[in-house]
């Protein structure tokens, strides 16, 4: 007998930035992400005004994209096919407000996303709605220097507000920002931020991240008054930081990595910064700069569910020398775990850490989780005939559920898990579309050459039998 609720959210996620293309179609403004290219060049360093380093590129992943914009249909059609019963996805902002700082908003966008809201809602498939994902209007960053200006909290909330009013009748469950935490890791792709070298970079993020924290805060209360039934989620790029060894000073070290990233959380789930964020922010020279009625704010306001990404555990040391030698990771960088096997992109694969975390998370919070991101990246081959054998990412996703059902099984509520990707997209982090997540395939390559025609991977039959058995049948 499965231990899932009967109404368990199976799914798949994407973002609006990685899979619509049309960039620049029905009066969409230009997002972060527009203006940053495929490979090695997408580094920040290389694209960074403030530097005056503006450039032009070849290409650019993101303007063409898989094209969700005029394929949604098709594609939505295929994700009933698997029996999705939720497909988490975001809602552009620069296509409802193509500058962040209008008044009124674009009906053409808008118009966009009620299409998709009806295509779904013929399948019988719930939108999970990230508000804002990576997606801050590129206007907002150039003119007003993105999170960091107090301004954008009023311009998030004057998009937020025209969604909630009018999608609050289809969507129950709603992401005020993704991975909250990766402010600290892509400034750039998280707040908008171009930090110069000679600024306190640490000054600058946690900023942004407050006027984040009070943005989130602030959207509760709107959807809340707008209608009481919605549910808002916080967003965390979760994975829990493991000590290099058994040494004191390593358990030390990871306690601290780890209170990097639940430093937000523990803002948006319990209502307020925490006993160690004091001594943090002095280490780090961070002085926030808080309006009178922010920590009310804070307070009256904390989200509903904990949604959270995980793709790897990460491991920290508590000396300084050993962690020069940390590899890549989803833009976090951890040590080697002798004990796990990585993917080509090095992301190490660790399934019993996703019960560790949703242990974790659960302990600390006590409120409903929602696993909204997970899945391997990885390189696929297209047979002579077509097919797609993709037996490591079944294997990754089976062992991965079998893990979640062991944190629920241990007590732990969860509301769904909607898997990363669920067709290729563009890589947030690389641009590249050869690190494919998708039980659909995708027909196009790192240089946007292809036919974007769609087929299935192995893995989309495995899930469907997964959706199917409600996650009784795991067996590859
Ligand atoms: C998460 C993001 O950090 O990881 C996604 O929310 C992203 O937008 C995903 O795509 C996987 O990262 P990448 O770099 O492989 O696309």
Not at 439 to 454: A, C, E, M, S
């Amino acid at each position: 007998m499965t231990i899932l609720n009967k109404d368990f959210l199976w799914g798949g996620a994407i973002a609006a930035n990685q899979v619509e293309g049309a960039y620049n179609k029905d009066g969409k403004g230009l997002s972060l992400v527009d203006l940053l290219p495929a490979g090695e060049a997408r580094k920040e360093p290389l694209f960074n005004p403030v530097k005056g380093l503006k450039q032009d590129f070849d290409f650019y992943p993101s303007h063409e994209s898989i094209d969700f914009y005029h394929q949604y249909e098709s594609d939505i059609k295929l994700f009933a096919e698997m029996g999705f019963k939720a497909l988490r996805f975001s809602i552009s902002w620069p296509r409802i407000f193509p500058n962040g700082d209008e008044s009124l908003p674009n009906e053409a966008g808008l118009a966009f996303y009620d299409k998709v809201f009806d295509t779904l809602e013929h399948y019988g498939i719930e939108p999970i709605i990230t508000i804002n994902h990576f997606d801050t209007p590129y206007y907002l960053a150039e003119h007003y220097g993105g999170w960091y200006n107090r301004k954008t909290v009023d311009y998030f909330l004057n998009y937020a507000t025209v969604l909630f009013k009018r999608y609050s009748h289809r969507v129950k469950y709603w992401i005020t920002h993704n991975e909250i935490n990766m402010i600290l890791h892509i400034p750039y792709i998280g707040g908008g931020l171009m930090i110069k070298d000679t600024d306190n970079k640490n000054q600058i993020m946690y900023q942004a991240a407050h006027h984040q924290l009070i943005a989130s805060s602030l959207a509760t209360k709107i959807a809340k008054d707008i209608d009481p039934t919605n549910q808002i989620g916080c967003m965390l790029a979760a994975g829990e930081v493991y000590p290099n060894s058994n040494h004191p000073d390593d358990v030390m070290a990871a306690l601290s990595k780890n209170r990097e990233q639940y430093i937000f959380i523990d803002v948006q789930a319990r209502g307020e910064y925490p006993a160690y964020s004091d001594r943090m922010f002095n280490d780090l020279g961070v002085t926030l700069q808080k309006e009178i009625g922010d920590d009310e704010i804070l307070k009256q306001y904390p989200v509903d569910y904990i949604s959270f990404s995980y793709y790897s555990s990460r491991l920290e040391s508590g000396d300084p020398e050993i962690n020069k030698n940390k590899a890549a990771g989803n833009a976090f960088a951890s040590l080697k775990n002798p004990h796990l096997e990585a993917s080509n992109w090095g992301w190490q694969i660790d399934p019993v850490g996703l019960r560790v975390t949703m242990n974790q998370i659960y302990d600390r919070y006590q409120k409903p989780l929602f696993i909204v991101e997970n899945g391997l990246g990885e390189i696929d081959e297209v047979e002579t005939d077509g097919t797609i054998h993709d037996t490591y990412r079944i294997k990754y996703l089976s062992e991965h559920l079998a893990q979640m059902i062991e944190a629920v099984k241990d007590g732990v509520p969860l509301i769904g898990y909607t898997s990363w990707g669920c067709i290729d997209i563009v890589s947030a982090g690389s641009g590249e579309m050869k690190k494919r997540y998708g039980f659909i395939y995708v027909d196009r390559d790192n240089h946007g050459q292809g036919t974007l025609k769609r087929s299935r991977k192995d893995s989309f039959y495995w899930y469907q039998k997964v959706i199917q058995s409600n996650g009784e049948n795991l067996t590859y």
